[in-house]
């Protein structure tokens, strides 16, 4: 690569026929992402937790929560529901979810 030449300005690109204006239409010279085909070894395998019923409900209470955003990690509740996580942070009905018998109870230490 060639030495740059000190107090030079830098080359300018001007575009002949642009407008001022922001271009707002869709995306150019980009293809949509229906008529992008990948490899079957790229595409997402199905997954299931076996033995997890549907109707399974576990509350885990006062842990450490880190959402990497960046943010300290702070303190509250998680709630499960079957296969999927269903809130983080503040669980709105905690207390009615604690004293449900058939809610899974896990607390921190």
Known sequence: ???????????????????????????????????????????PRSYEIRGTHPDSKILFTDVTILDSTGQEPYRGDVLIMGERIAEVGVVLNVDELKQDPNVRLSSSC
Do not use: D, H, W
């Open 1 to 43: 690569m060639a030495p740059s030449k000190l107090n030079e300005p830098p080359p300018s690109f001007t575009a002949t026929g642009t407008s001022s204006e922001p271009y707002t239409g869709a995306p150019r010279n980009v293809e949509y992402i229906n008529n992008i085909n990948f490899a079957s070894s790229l595409q």
